[in-house]
């Protein structure tokens, strides 16, 4: 007979098994819980002070005590990624690239690994491509493009990097790194940006029929982006002159002629010579001896690129365009040629980050070598009671149809050039665009190059300005 004794009694040794049951059980998964913690822990501990070759050591051995635990192959393949990082910020890609397909190897459905590693071929193939290695360089895009392709967002970034180096290269003008970047980032994803750019790339080599074929898939992607439109229409009517094109060989340029001309190659030549040397002599920067020049008759220029009559000649990043309505013999002819070529330099070596009213200001100094500046308009203003700022003056270049304004602009741009070079010379004007090619806004330039602020140079050149045209009266 069982008693309400004896069932309470077995009650509670059933209570007190299960009980004991319960804390070895929890008590082997909180001990293999700390285990993982502490194997994390420690490698942490070395990681923080960069010994990542202990940390990566204290992680196999916590995986191979815990082969199953995700967390622990999750910590691992982590430590081999920093790992990689911090190689490739002391600058040994090739041991973090090592360590990076090691990571993969780790767990090939890691995403920060893929991206890591994609981004490290990419990195190296942009390096081996700079280094005029371009077996190697081919190689190592094609796996960053493979490594890439298994992810949507890797792809995308690996596409943005390799557009990104594109843009670089180009304003440094090498066209074997330019390729193969826009060709690898063209491949992971076809946007807007690539297929403008290498329409870009491919008008600067004169190749018009492939800059349209890019540039009408790019503006099928976006029809309102401004300025694609005009690009479009512009290379057509090129085309449509192409018939009558010839070439010339230079020493420093690329010259082309749309339709007949009567330049003499010789006169031309040394022209171009002087131009190049004066130009680089005083920006202390020669570019490629490849630079495209484009000449073509007044009619056929007004046609294509639709310019108003005031403007002769223009850079527009791809090469120099000169309507030829002078005599090579007159001043007008070299002067014009080295205002444009001026603007293609700057732009080289500020990345085009150089602002208006400096960019104009050194051409029209470079042109002033030929044909003497008139003053008259600012001098006109001066003795009104003007005071100019540099903003102002880049607002001044915008204008369509005011020439009094536009003329005005350049005259002020080019004092405030004569200024600089008076106080800081031509190595403070270098060192401007130096930091300016940096990335430095004009401003912060002039803090760091001159010690001055933008309004304490705006205050030193009205007052010259005022002397200039006020006190000589």
Same mark, same amino acid.
């Given at each position: 007979?069982?008693?309400?004794?004896?069932?309470?009694?077995?009650?509670?040794?059933?209570?007190?098994?299960?009980?004991?049951?319960?804390?070895?059980?929890?008590?082997?998964?909180?001990?293999?819980?700390?285990?993982?913690?502490?194997?994390?822990?420690?490698?942490?501990?070395?990681?923080?002070?960069?010994?990542?070759?202990?940390?990566?050591?204290?992680?196999?051995?916590?995986?191979?005590?815990?082969?199953?635990?995700?967390?622990?192959?999750?910590?691992?393949?982590?430590?081999?990624?920093?790992?990689?990082?911090?190689?490739?910020?002391?600058?040994? $890609?090739? =041991?973090? %690239?090592? *360590?990076?397909?090691?990571?993969?190897?780790?767990?090939?459905?890691?995403? +920060?690994?893929?991206? @890591?590693?994609?981004?490290?071929?990419?990195?190296?193939?942009?390096?081996?491509?700079?280094?005029?290695?371009?077996?190697?360089?081919?190689?190592?895009?094609?796996?960053?493009?493979?490594?890439?392709?298994?992810?949507?967002?890797?792809?995308?970034?690996?596409?943005?990097?390799?557009?990104?180096?594109?843009?670089?290269?180009?304003?440094?003008?090498?066209?074997?790194?330019?390729?193969?970047?826009?060709?690898?980032?063209?491949?992971?994803?076809?946007?807007?940006?690539?297929?403008?750019?290498?329409?870009?790339?491919?008008?600067?080599?004169?190749?018009?029929?492939?800059?349209?074929?890019?540039?009408?898939?790019?503006?099928?992607?976006?029809?309102?982006?401004?300025? $694609?439109? =005009?690009? %479009?229409? *512009?290379?057509?009517?090129?085309?449509?002159?192409?018939?009558?094109?010839? +070439?010339?060989?230079? @020493?420093?340029?690329?010259?082309?002629?749309?339709?007949?001309?009567?330049?003499?190659?010789?006169?031309?030549?040394?022209?171009?010579?002087?131009?190049?040397?004066?130009?680089?002599?005083?920006?202390?920067?020669?570019?490629?001896?490849?630079?495209?020049?484009?000449?073509?008759?007044?009619?056929?220029?007004?046609?294509?690129?639709?310019?108003?009559?005031?403007?002769?000649?223009?850079?527009?990043?791809?090469?120099?365009?000169?309507?030829?309505?002078?005599?090579?013999?007159?001043?007008?002819?070299?002067?014009?040629?080295?205002?444009?070529?001026?603007?293609?330099?700057?732009?080289?070596?500020?990345?085009?980050?150089?602002?208006?009213?400096?960019?104009?200001?050194?051409?029209?100094?470079?042109?002033?070598?030929?044909?003497?500046?008139?003053?008259?308009?600012?001098?006109?203003?001066?003795?009104?009671?003007?005071?100019?700022?540099?903003?102002?003056?880049?607002?001044?270049?915008?204008?369509?149809?005011?020439?009094?304004?536009?003329?005005?602009?350049?005259?002020?741009?080019?004092?405030?050039?004569?200024?600089?070079?008076?106080?800081?010379?031509?190595?403070?004007?270098?060192?401007?665009?130096?930091?300016?090619?940096?990335?430095?806004?004009?401003?912060?330039?002039?803090?760091?190059?001159?010690?001055?602020?933008?309004?304490?140079?705006?205050?030193?050149?009205?007052?010259?300005?005022?002397?200039?045209?006020?006190?000589?009266?």
């Amino acid at each position: 007979m069982i008693t309400s004794k004896n069932r309470y009694q077995s009650m509670v040794a059933w209570s007190v098994g299960i009980s004991i049951l319960i804390m070895f059980f929890t008590g082997c998964s909180d001990n293999k819980k700390t285990g993982v913690y502490q194997y994390e822990r420690k490698a942490d501990k070395h990681i923080e002070e960069n010994r990542y070759d202990q940390a990566i050591y204290i992680l196999h051995e916590g995986y191979e005590t815990y082969p199953e635990s995700e967390k622990m192959l999750e910590k691992l393949t982590s430590g081999y990624i920093r790992y990689a990082r911090f190689l490739d910020g002391k600058g040994e $890609i090739d =041991e973090a %690239i090592k *360590k990076m397909e090691t990571a993969r190897e780790m767990d090939e459905k890691n995403k +920060a690994a893929m991206q @890591e590693l994609s981004y490290l071929y990419a990195k190296k193939s942009v390096e081996e491509s700079s280094d005029q290695k371009t077996g190697e360089a081919l190689e190592l895009s094609l796996k960053a493009v493979d490594t890439a392709m298994r992810s949507k967002k890797v792809r995308k970034n690996t596409a943005i990097y390799f557009h990104n180096r594109a843009i670089e290269a180009l304003q440094k003008n090498d066209d074997r790194t330019v390729l193969l970047c826009l060709n690898a980032s063209y491949v992971l994803r076809t946007s807007f940006e690539v297929l403008d750019l290498l329409g870009l790339y491919y008008y600067q080599k004169n190749d018009l029929e492939r800059a349209l074929f890019y540039w009408e898939k790019a503006v099928k992607i976006d029809p309102e982006r401004e300025g $694609i439109n =005009e690009k %479009i229409e *512009k290379v057509r009517r090129e085309i449509a002159f192409s018939g009558s094109k010839s +070439a010339l060989e230079t @020493e420093y340029f690329n010259v082309q002629f749309y339709g007949d001309h009567n330049l003499d190659a010789e006169k031309l030549s040394k022209t171009l010579e002087q131009v190049y040397d004066e130009v680089g002599n005083d920006l202390g920067f020669y570019p490629p001896k490849n630079t495209p020049i484009v000449f073509y008759k007044e009619k056929d220029f007004r046609n294509i690129f639709k310019q108003p009559g005031i403007v002769r000649a223009f850079y527009d990043g791809s090469g120099i365009r000169i309507s030829i309505n002078v005599d090579i013999d007159d001043p007008v002819f070299p002067s014009i040629v080295a205002h444009e070529y001026t603007h293609a330099v700057i732009s080289m070596m500020t990345n085009n980050e150089c602002p208006i009213w400096l960019h104009e200001g050194v051409a029209v100094f470079e042109q002033a070598r030929y044909t003497k500046l008139s003053l008259l308009y600012l001098m006109g203003e001066i003795k009104k009671g003007k005071t100019l700022t540099l903003e102002e003056v880049n607002e001044g270049f915008s204008e369509k149809t005011d020439s009094q304004k536009i003329a005005l602009s350049y005259e002020a741009a080019y004092t405030a050039v004569l200024v600089i070079l008076d106080k800081w010379g031509w190595d403070g004007l270098r060192g401007l665009m130096h930091n300016m090619g940096r990335g430095m806004h004009y401003a912060n330039a002039m803090d760091e190059e001159f010690y001055i602020s933008r309004e304490g140079f705006e205050s030193i050149w009205n007052e010259y300005l005022k002397k200039l045209f006020l006190d000589s009266n």
